[in-house]
């Protein structure tokens, strides 16, 4: 093998590790901007796994709890009875509970709507609504809401029953 075709090499592997640095780079300064999350939450639109869409502005009350969850989310699954307990107990004083599948389609979060008879509406996932909610990457996550659409408090995990209790009784009174 010549000189020339050995410079060639060695110069065109410099070019593809320095092309994958700058993507790199770039990758990773704008994956930071969707990990902030926000201080309130915008007006969206989702569809309703029930038929139609609806908006957050819509699905609101004086306290609203945003629930990010999906029917292959053991966790999920898991905090189900708790959110059902939350929803019996405030739900007369303006509490609200509007979850957000990140199942796969609406067909599949309509039937896990089905399945654990939720009955708070249930909407399917879109990169518009996981933007405004900062795009946490981990489920199940909570936001709970003011009337105004201001976070009071966020919950990574299964829900702390007493805390959120808590939470949401300051929002309600």
Partial sequence: MDMRHKSYKIIGIFAIIALLSVA????RDNAKQFQQMPDS????EALNVEGGKTTFRAEKGKATLVVLSANWCPACIAELPTLKKLHEE????????LMVSEDD????ASRFKKKYTMPWTVVHWN???MNKLGN???IPVSYLIDEKGNIDYIEAGIIEEARMRRAI?????
């Fill in 127 to 129: 990169y518009d609504l």
């Fill in 90 to 97: 405030f739900s007369r004083d303006g509490f609200r509970v």
């Fill in 136 to 138: 946490p990457r981990v």
């Fill in 24 to 27: 790199f780079v770039a990758y």
């Fill in 169 to 173: 009784s300051a929002l309600i009174k």
């Fill in 41 to 44: 939450i915008e007006d969206f």
């Fill in 105 to 108: 389609n609406v067909k599949i």
